[in-house]
T-cell receptor, first 113, second 118 residues
Framework: AQSVTQLDSQVPVFEEAPVELRCNYS??????LFWYVQYPNQGLQLLLK??????LVKGINGFEAEFNKSQTSFHLRKPSVHISDTAEYFCAVSEKGAQKLVFGQGTRLTINP | GAVVSQHPSRVICKSGTSVKIECRSLDFQATTMFWYRQFPKQSLMLMAT?????????EQGVEKDKFLINHASLTLSTLTVTSAHPEDSSFYIC??????????????FGNGTRLTVT
């Protein structure tokens, strides 16, 4: 079974500042890793995913994440945030080849002007 | 890109009534759909996996007689909350698995249904 821990429930940052949202996972098998964003009262939109290959993954809206197998982490970063990045961010994991996702608890990113 | 339509987006019902939520894949066939439940300020919890033409697989702790899932076609799955109670109030989200990767993700999410039981 897999599990995901998002270490910060809330992250407030100022506009144009860099941000890192932390995610650690646990699994006994190889996994795929994902970051999703959720705006209020909406579904989830995929930001980026790691399936294999380069450990640095670039996604939409200027986000990127780095897969670190030794630390079982998949932290999300953005060098300069905007007000529009205010949302809930979810890290998720699935067993390789499987369809079922296990989500972390979510991190609420709040951008202050 | 792939679109998953979930309907209704919001529903308010009285305690004891049943509510049906639809999840449709609009431009692809989805052999598998997932139903999630999200409480306020919490994560998504998988309720069940719905496979076209067969019975749904429910996660531990989810009452299958209360949350009826039907996946009668490759583009439609429904979740019926039977005899709803206030504690069933939540945000329900479906996702559909596309056999072919569409718009860089094989798993596509609906926009969710906010259920309020009074």
């Amino acid at each position: 079974a897999q599990s995901v821990t998002q270490l910060d429930s809330q992250v407030p940052v100022f506009e144009e500042a860099p941000v890192e949202l932390r995610c650690n996972y646990s699994s006994s098998v190889s996994v795929y890793l994902f970051w999703y964003v959720q705006y209020p009262n909406q579904g989830l939109q995929l930001l980026l995913k790691y399936l294999s290959g380069s450990t640095l993954v670039k996604g939409i809206n200027g986000f990127e994440a780095e897969f670190n197998k030794s630390q079982t982490s998949f932290h999300l970063r953005k060098p300069s945030v905007h007000i529009s990045d205010t949302a809930e961010y979810f890290c998720a994991v699935s067993e390789k080849g499987a369809q079922k996702l296990v989500f972390g608890q979510g991190t609420r990113l709040t951008i202050n002007p | 890109g792939a679109v998953v339509s979930q309907h209704p987006s919001r529903v308010i019902c009285k305690s004891g009534t049943s509510v049906k939520i639809e999840c449709r894949s609009l431009d692809f066939q989805a052999t598998t759909m997932f139903w999630y439940r999200q409480f306020p300020k919490q994560s998504l919890m998988l309720m069940a996996t719905s496979n076209e033409g067969s019975k749904a697989t429910y996660e531990q702790g989810v009452e299958k007689d209360k949350f009826l899932i039907n996946h009668a076609s490759l583009t439609l799955s429904t979740l019926t909350v039977t005899s709803a109670h206030p504690e069933d109030s939540s945000f329900y989200i479906c996702s559909a698995f596309a056999a072919e990767p569409i718009s860089n993700s094989p798993l596509h999410f609906g926009n969710g249904t906010r259920l309020t039981v009074t």
